[in-house]
């Protein structure tokens, strides 16, 4: 994953690790490269600036440079910061409800892949001994709805549409009060997604929400469209407010501008990430474990 940026990091800190001192201007030219590299990788300007400004900052300040085990220290701390930059800790999905369940939204842009997360997360909730029901709601794609059922059969979970009906409002509406007939435990809702975010689609997310009361909005966007996927984030959380983010297509030649940028710039967690088209392709999203990954 990441593999250019991560060969390049993996460069520099073995550059570090082979120097005898550790002086201040070679970490200058250390970090200026760890900027080019990050920039490369199509992370956010500002993003980047912040990140090397801080290791200098630290670096700097607590005197790295002069200690005995300074390159491992200032090795560490890039690893730090690029956990800080992917955000920190997982974030789990929010609480259930009073009715004990939890109610989770899916909205992103078409292609995006949010259908086929909406199968995967199902089936690991089914794993993690949820009751689950699909909820199929794109009523904007001819195929989508069919393509959830085949999907629901496929993972053994319950499946609600109306397949006549455009109304994403009421399928909802109705697959709720399904959703509680049969005691579920897990709903997972299915939204329509169109090329670009516009006032219908929001609008019609808005009343989703306002109606379904959603324990969790999880916007799903597409990992390979770089910086226009933290753009999307962006945009959703300001207009919608998402409680989280799930990044798709990482098994691809993704450059990892989106992921190392997001949380910073859409302030929203990344919950889950999504790495290829089979249904056990998902997993939660461990900042710790993806700097590691990146850093080798
Ligand atoms: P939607 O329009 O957002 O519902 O998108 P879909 O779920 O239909 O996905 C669009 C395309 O992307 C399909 O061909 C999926 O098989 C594919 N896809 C979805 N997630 C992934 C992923 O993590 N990796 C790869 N390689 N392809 C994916």
């Given at each position: 994953m990441f593999d250019a940026l991560s060969d390049k990091l993996k460069g520099l800190m073995?550059?570090?690790?082979?120097?005898?001192?550790?002086?201040?201007?070679?970490?200058?030219?250390?970090?200026?490269?760890?900027?080019?590299?990050?920039?490369?990788?199509?992370?956010?300007?500002?993003?980047?600036k912040d990140f090397v400004n801080r290791i200098k900052e630290k670096s700097l300040g607590s005197k790295v440079i002069m200690g005995v085990n300074a390159r491992q220290q200032f090795i560490k701390l890039i690893h730090d910061e690029l956990v800080e930059v992917l955000g920190g800790q997982n974030v789990s999905l929010n609480p259930k409800n009073n009715n004990k369940q939890n109610i989770i939204m899916l909205v992103g842009l078409q292609g995006a892949g949010k259908t086929t997360f909406a199968a995967k997360l199902s089936k690991l909730s089914k794993k993690e001994k949820e009751k689950v029901i699909l909820i199929g709601?794109?009523?904007?794609?001819?195929?989508?709805?069919?393509?959830?059922q085949v999907l629901s059969e496929q993972i053994g979970v319950e499946f609600f549409t109306i397949n006549d009906s455009n109304d994403a409002l009421l399928i909802v509406?109705?697959?709720?009060?399904?959703?509680?007939?049969?005691?579920?435990?897990?709903?997972?809702?299915?939204t329509a997604g169109r090329l670009h975010i516009d006032e219908t689609l929001m609008k019609e997310l808005e009343d989703i929400?306002?109606?379904?009361?959603?324990?969790?909005?999880?916007?799903?966007?597409?990992?390979?469209?770089?910086?226009?996927?933290?753009?999307?984030?962006?945009?959703?959380?300001?207009?919608?407010?998402i409680d989280g983010v799930?990044?798709?297509?990482?098994?691809?030649?993704?450059?990892?501008?989106?992921?190392?940028?997001?949380?910073?710039v859409s302030g929203k967690p990344i919950k889950y990430i999504s790495e290829g088209e089979k249904l056990d392709e998902i997993s939660k999203f461990y900042p710790d474990r993806l700097a590691s990954r990146i850093l080798g």
């Open positions: 073995k550059k570090v690790s082979g120097q005898s001192t550790l002086t201040e201007s070679n970490m200058q030219e250390v970090l200026r490269e760890v900027k080019l590299a990050l920039l490369e990788a199509d992370v956010n300007y500002k993003v980047t709601a794109d009523v904007y794609r001819p195929a989508a709805k069919r393509q959830l509406k109705k697959g709720l009060e399904k959703a509680s007939d049969i005691e579920a435990t897990t709903i997972v809702i299915d929400k306002a109606m379904a009361s959603p324990t969790d909005i999880l916007l799903v966007v597409d990992g390979m469209t770089g910086q226009d996927a933290v753009n999307v984030a962006k945009k959703f959380n300001e207009t919608l407010v799930v990044l798709t297509k990482l098994d691809g030649d993704t450059r990892g501008g989106a992921a190392l940028s997001i949380k910073e």
